[in-house]
């Protein structure tokens, strides 16, 4: 298996209204970079760099 390419257009949102973007996955409390969010098997946040995890609690 191979390393896949990022695709820029799934991590940003662009407003073209007032020329603004905004990035859609959270960043990391500890060293700032992009957060991977999982789904399965548990729903998680997580940092590949420092390996950082949040997990999401289920609403109720």
């Not at 820029?8 to 407003?15: G, I, P, T």
């Not at 960043?27 to 997580?46: D, I, L, N, Q, Y």
């Amino acid at each position: 298996m191979g390393k896949r390419k990022v695709q820029a257009w799934k991590l940003y949102e662009v407003d073209y209204d007032n020329w603004t973007i905004k990035r859609k996955n959270k960043k990391c409390p500890r060293c700032g970079s992009f957060m991977a969010h999982h789904t399965k098997p548990v729903e998680r946040w997580h940092c590949g760099n420092c390996g950082y995890t949040e997990f999401v609690g289920r609403k109720k």
